[in-house]
């Protein structure tokens, strides 16, 4: 027969007292229709845990670095206003946040790592900090304070940590939706910046093609009436300039380094270090909305993942162009980091016809290379008038040259101007040369 102590009786009534308090949290997880609620039910039931009165859950706002306070008990309207003021790395929270690992402080009042005043004004003495995690991805923390010096019992951080464990799909809910606004948001930006870039480019061709359209008018002044054809050709051409004037391509370099490159390095903390190879010039300007989502995307993760570094290479050759993002976190022998990669981010690889492999350099960061057919970004196609696209076109369908010109409704005269010129801005000298660019 087994005899109890009163020890034992204690120590299982304080595990049926977890126990029922984690199966209520549980029950109103399952059934919540608002988040609000539920992670204040996950604070009471963090401070039942521990018999305290104070506490917590913070999420972390990723675009600029900062905590957004989701519930709170027993804080005054002064210590809730500032929270959204405080870095994701500063400070006990910050080191508990940063390094994905569970902290106490006995007393608060005697530590030198707190920088926040409000907190010694407050009074607060005893602290536990737990990080919310799934998988890599770091999320935000629950923070449980003690007016008293405190020292945290092994059981009460791992009450702490179950909570944490039971709440951190919901916080991820929270910071999915908050990263998809401000990727929404860049992207908007974005697309303005290259639309106004793509406008001035357009626009600054116009007033060439008028001033160039100007002189040649002053020139027929001076010609003979047996050259007005010449000349009439010569003027053809250029109005066809101005016909394809609003053909939009920019270069993307720029917005790169400024929207992801320096951006991402100020929010994450990290180095992103930009590495330029064989790239193209210019690229059409929906080829380029495209690959910002790819490159903002695979830059994202990285920087959530790395310890201290990423990079973003943008290289090719003559037959392909690639987007390469490596990073300096460990990784499992045998892990393969194409698995990684986001389901929205394989989308947008699959419609640019593109493939993934695993990359490494020499300095040892690992990650994935995203491979695309150079057809996608072919500058020198942006260089043709909108008539010499339609003759490249014609060019690719096989069909004859007085096909061609009559669908056109041009002289076959005309047209081989129109493919003396296509050749030239390519780069070419064959018909099967020149329809490799469509």
């Avoid at 009074?123 to 449980?144: H, K």
């Avoid at 690639?322 to 699959?350: K, N, Q, S, Y």
Wanted: proline share 4%; glycine share 6%; charged share 25%.
């Amino acid at each position: 027969m087994r005899h109890y102590t009163p020890w034992m009786a204690a120590e299982t009534n304080a595990s049926q007292r977890r126990s029922t308090i984690l199966q209520r949290l549980a029950h109103d997880i399952r059934y919540a229709s608002d988040l609000g609620p539920v992670l204040e039910a996950a604070v009471d039931s963090a401070l039942m845990l521990v018999d305290a009165e104070i506490g917590a859950v913070s999420y972390a706002d990723m675009s600029t670095q900062r905590y957004v306070l989701a519930a709170s008990r027993g804080l005054s309207q002064a210590y809730v206003a500032g929270v959204t003021t405080w870095s994701l790395h500063e400070g006990l929270a910050g080191q508990a946040f940063g390094l994905r690992e569970t902290l106490t402080v006995t007393d608060l009042g005697a530590s030198r790592e707190v920088p926040r005043p409000v907190v010694r004004t407050e009074r607060l003495r005893g602290y536990a900090c737990v990080p919310l995690l799934r998988g890599q991805r770091r999320l935000g923390i629950i923070e449980v304070f003690d007016k008293e010096p405190r020292a945290f019992t092994v059981e009460e951080v791992e009450s702490l940590e179950l909570v944490a464990a039971f709440i951190s799909s919901l916080v991820e809910s929270l910071v999915t939706a908050d990263e998809l606004q401000f990727l929404r948001d860049e992207r908007a930006k974005v697309l303005r910046q290259w639309t106004t870039q793509a406008l001035t480019a357009a626009d600054t061709q116009r007033r060439d093609v008028v001033r160039a359209l100007q002189a040649e008018a002053d020139s027929l002044v001076k010609v003979d009436r047996m050259t007005g054809l010449e000349a009439g050709e010569r003027l053809r051409r250029l109005a066809d300039d101005i016909a394809g004037a609003d053909l939009e391509w920019v270069d993307m370099v720029p917005l790169v380094r400024e929207a992801i490159a320096d951006r991402w390095r100020t929010q994450s903390g990290a180095p992103v270090v930009l590495d330029l190879g064989k790239w193209p010039a210019t690229l059409p300007l929906e080829l380029t909305t495209r690959l910002y989502l790819l490159m903002h995307g695979l830059v994202q993760s990285a920087t959530r993942a790395a310890e201290s570094s990423v990079r973003l290479h943008l290289g090719g050759d003559d037959d392909v162009m690639w987007v390469e993002v490596t990073d300096d976190r460990p990784r499992a022998p045998g892990g393969d980091p194409v698995l990684e990669v986001a389901p929205d981010i394989a989308t947008t690889i699959r419609g640019m016809e593109g493939t993934v492999l695993a990359a490494s350099r020499p300095s040892g960061e690992a990650g994935v290379r995203v491979i695309l057919p150079l057809s996608l970004s072919r500058p020198e196609v942006g260089k043709l008038t909108a008539r010499e696209r339609k003759v490249l076109e014609g060019l690719t369908l096989g069909t004859p040259n007085r096909a061609i010109a009559a669908d056109l409704g041009i002289s076959p005269k005309t047209l081989q101007n129109h493919l003396t010129a296509i050749y030239r801005k390519l780069g070419v000298t064959s018909r099967a040369q020149a329809v490799k660019f469509l």
